[in-house]
């Protein structure tokens, strides 16, 4: 017996695209193709399908920099000292000599969550930002 809710759909896909995606699964240990295309299509609606709302989430935003990049570490502080109200905690890494990795854990609703996000990912020196988000409530 099948499933009645279950849709079968087709996906093209570039040969060289495809061959990376199915080392991905058999890294990740799928047993199939859908399973891991079913992961990455949650993991995206997670990431967009509060953008309009009003809903309260919690998360992390990960930034990998270089930290003699100059007045950057200062930005990011005056930033995070503005938005100190959406976060819970951060964590600094040293990872080489040049380069840190922050993990800023936050709290509070999307639209602020992701205006933080953004302001930090984008700045001059930051090489790496990932925001994942999950619903607080």
């Keep these: 017996m099948t499933d009645s809710t279950l849709k079968r759909f087709g996906v093209s896909m570039d040969e060289d695209l495809l061959k990376k995606f199915d080392k ?6 799928y ?6 295309f079913r992961d990455l299509v949650r993991k995206s609606i997670m990431q967009h399908i509060y ?3 009003e809903q309260i989430i919690a998360g992390s935003i990960l930034l990998f920099y270089n930290h003699d990049q100059r007045k950057l570490v200062e930005q990011m502080t005056k930033i995070q000292h503005e938005h100190h109200h959406l976060i819970l905690a951060t964590t600094h ?4 000599e040049e380069n840190c990795l922050e993990l800023i854990v936050v709290k509070g609703k999307v639209k602020e969550v992701q205006q933080l996000s953004h302001e930090l990912t984008t700045l001059k020196g930051v090489s790496h930002g990932d925001f994942s988000i999950a619903p607080a409530e």
């Excluded at 991905?24 to 240990?29: F, I, S, T």
């Excluded at 890494?93 to 080489?96: Q, T």
Aim: charged share 25%; aromatic share 6%.
């Design 31 to 36: 047993h199939n193709r859908s399973e891991a």
């Design 51 to 53: 953008e309009d709302s």
């Design 93 to 96: 890494f040293h990872i080489s």
């Design 24 to 29: 991905l699964v058999a890294l990740k240990g």
